[in-house]
């Protein structure tokens, strides 16, 4: 046991630091739509979820396997094993432009690690260390005729953005089951992190010209709640239908806000830039307020244990809401659907192996709360994985997650950018008696 708590504490100070640091200084994506609102929001599902089309609001115990699922913390009920799930993340997308030379971007990232600990046969709950959004991009966009669009060969302006950062989140929640039928329950995040971004317009062909730049830092704290219920329906003791509902409520963050606008000269011959010559605006607001949206959440899922289960999922968020330090980000509001679900031939099987892995397929369709150019992005993807299961011990279940997320966002009319990507989960979750007394005779 001491053991255990011992190895527990150290990694989590370990991941903990790492994705707090990550979170706070370093781009862990390369999205040029992570410029919109407050980056690319990262799914609230483990790797086991993620790999069946991100469904989760339904969900909870899959074929007789205790897992964490954050999207519904009603479904911490259903734990009845301590578990702790760790995992990491890699990313790869291709972005298009009409015209140009396609770029090729890779990143990758410790994603998570979680917690849950029951607390009786009817309740449980659970902690962990998650992403919240992710921001990170750096392009660079060219208009000639002194930025007017109009055909000429000298005087190009160029346009130059980036920004660089993230969100983390720290959650805690609990659930507890009523009756036979009905879960409740509740999470509590702390989220926190570093958001900043600049904006340049420089006028390279004429020598002496003053360059303008626009940075916006925003330094991030602040609490936000989920709750959820599951009710379900048993057909038999292995045949379940499982309706589900969760939430995000639309709970304000404290921002340290600072908006400066300068200018600058940048040497023709070097390429070098120089120190600014003069700050327009400096404009620090230490205490602003970020407006996060309300999320509602519906899913439903069948399952037979130990053989398959499949379920749906529909998000609506209201990003329209969203607003940083008094500024509405001008999105609109999502719309999402997930679909998938995952087949075990023989969980029990002996003899063969891969009849007892996991097989796990899904779909998503994100109808995105980006409108650029008068064009609405979408999101389309598919996805699949394995639950690899790792030889038991006596009271220990153990269990690798391999997902991958393969999907296009975005598109090449009216000269936007169509982004192919390629999401790769790894987990490893543990099942075990940890906090359970042997009973001596």
């Known amino acids: ?12 100070l370990f991941t903990a630091t790492a994705l707090g640091v990550k979170a706070q200084s370093t781009a862990t994506t390369s999205s040029p739509y992570s410029r919109y609102g407050i980056g690319n929001i990262s799914p609230t ?10 469904i989760g ?11 964490i699922n954050p999207l519904n913390p009603a479904s911490y009920s259903s734990i009845g094993l301590t578990v702790v799930d760790i995992g990491v ?15 090729k971007n890779s990143n990758f990232r410790l994603s998570h690690i979680a917690f849950g600990i029951p607390v009786s046969s009817r ?16 392009y660079r966009q060219v208009k000639s005729n002194f930025g007017s669009g109009l055909p000429a060969d000298t005087n190009a302006v160029n346009y130059l953005y980036s920004g660089d950062g993230g969100l983390s989140k720290f959650y805690l929640g609990y659930g507890i089951r009523i009756g036979k039928h009905l879960s409740v329950g509740a999470n509590a995040s702390y989220i926190f992190g570093n958001l900043k971004e600049t904006q340049s317009t420089e006028v ?28 379900t329906v048993d057909f038999s003791a292995r045949k379940h239908l499982t309706f589900g509902y969760s939430a995000s409520a639309n709970t304000k963050l404290n921002t340290s806000n600072s908006y400066i606008v300068s200018s600058y000269f940048r040497d023709a011959t070097t390429g070098n830039e120089g120190v600014a010559t003069d700050t327009l605006v400096n404009n620090q607001q230490p205490s602003a307020k970020i407006q996060l949206p309300m999320i509602n959440r519906f899913g439903i899922s069948f399952q037979n244990e130990g053989k398959f289960l499949v379920g749906a999922d529909y998000t609506m968020s209201n990003w329209s809401k969203l607003a940083v330090a008094g500024v509405n980000k001008g999105l609109r509001d999502s719309k999402t659907i997930n679909v998938g ?8 099987s002996l003899s063969s192996y891969w009849a ?71 987990s490893f979750t543990l099942n075990d008696k940890w906090f359970i007394k042997n009973k001596i005779d």
């Open 1 to 12: 046991m001491i053991k255990h708590i011992r190895f527990v504490i150290i990694l989590f």
């Open 45 to 54: 599902v483990l790797p086991q979820n993620a790999a069946m089309g991100g």
């Open 57 to 67: 609001v339904a969900t909870n115990r899959i074929n007789g396997f205790y897992s």
């Open 89 to 103: 993340y890699g990313n790869f997308n291709t972005l298009q432009k009409s015209g140009e030379t396609s770029q």
């Open 123 to 138: 309740s449980a709950f659970s902690f962990g260390l998650m992403p919240y959004s992710e921001l990170g991009y750096n």
């Open 204 to 231: 390279p062909s004429l020598g002496g010209v003053l360059n303008s730049r626009i940075e916006e830092s925003n330094s991030i704290t602040g609490l936000n709640y989920d709750f959820g219920a599951q009710y």
């Open 341 to 348: 679900g995952q087949f075990t031939p023989n969980v029990n």
């Open 356 to 426: 007892s892995v996991d097989y796990r397929l899904g779909a998503i369709y994100d109808q995105t709360y980006l409108y650029v150019n008068n064009t609405n992005i979408k999101k389309y993807a598919a996805t699949f994985g394995l639950g690899l299961p790792l030889r038991a011990g006596y009271s220990s279940f153990y269990k690798i997650n391999i997902g991958a997320e393969v999907g296009r966002r975005g598109t090449l009319v009216n000269g936007l950018v169509k982004e192919n990507y390629v999401n790769v989960h790894l």
